[in-house]
């Protein structure tokens, strides 16, 4: 069963601080990874997707990729109220898989004022 | 504006009645998905299109069908062998299905047992 691991959290930082949310998933043929942000009662929203190891920076975002230990992390810099939401890692399992998507069970951030 | 449709956004059902939700995307994608949401957990797909007139079982297909008879269209039924409906259906789409392509989300459908 191929799955795609998230500390479920709350994880709660002080605005202005920089959160750090993270991914394990169990599929090395994993190609390419996302992260959604969920506000509560809403559908997720895209917000970085990142294919090659190292860092990928938009905006006050980044995400990090390490293939070989498996692991993808989102970085939110300058945290924000507005920030505080569930974010979803999921991992695509490539054009003969569907491309379909596995989701981790999410982070629930809370940036406090 | 471009976007995907999903209506209606609560939607209640009997017990032994069949529901079906409506997904629409006028984004000229060529891939769509069903995925269902309970309360606290990740989404786990329901069924998926990659072409019109084709689609595939997800991981929780049991109690669930779908047609795939226009681009633009992936209506869900959710019929009577589903015992635990209540959820949040979110349906997606993406240009291709090879793995540089991100899926964009409707709004969500929630269902509940009356």
């Known amino acids: 069963q191929k799955e795609v691991e998230q500390n479920s959290g709350p994880l709660s930082v002080p605005e202005g601080a920089i959160a750090s949310l993270n991914c394990t998933y169990s599929?090395?043929?994993?190609?390419?990874f996302f992260w959604y942000r969920q506000y509560s009662g809403k559908s997720p929203e895209l917000i970085m997707f990142?294919?090659?190891?190292g860092d990928k920076e938009d905006g006050r975002f980044t995400a990090q990729l390490n293939k070989a230990s498996q692991y993808v992390s989102l970085l939110i810099r300058d945290s924000q109220p507005s920030d505080s939401a569930t974010y979803l890692c999921?991992?695509?399992?490539?054009?003969?898989?569907?491309?379909?998507?596995?989701f981790g069970q999410g982070t629930e951030l809370s940036v406090k004022p | 504006d471009g976007g995907i449709t999903q209506s209606p956004k609560y939607l209640f059902r009997k017990e032994g009645q069949n529901v079906t939700l409506s997904c629409e995307q006028n984004?000229?994608?060529?891939?769509m998905y069903w995925y269902r949401q309970d309360p606290g957990q990740g989404l786990r797909l329901i069924y998926y299109?990659?072409?019109?007139?084709?689609?595939q079982k997800g991981d929780i297909a049991e109690g669930y069908s779908v047609s795939r008879e226009k681009k633009e269209s992936f209506p869900l039924t959710v019929t009577s062998a589903q015992k635990n409906p209540t959820a949040f259906y979110l349906c997606?789409?993406?240009?291709?299905?090879?793995?540089?392509?991100?899926?964009?989300f409707g709004d969500g459908t929630r269902l509940s047992i009356l």
């Open positions: 984004l000229n994608h060529d891939a």
């Open positions: 599929d090395r043929g994993s190609q390419s």
């Open positions: 299109s990659q072409i019109v007139n084709d689609f």
């Open positions: 999921a991992v695509n399992q490539g054009y003969n898989q569907g491309g379909k998507l596995i």
């Open positions: 997606a789409s993406s240009m291709r299905t090879d793995h540089n392509q991100p899926q964009h």
């Open positions: 990142i294919y090659s190891n």
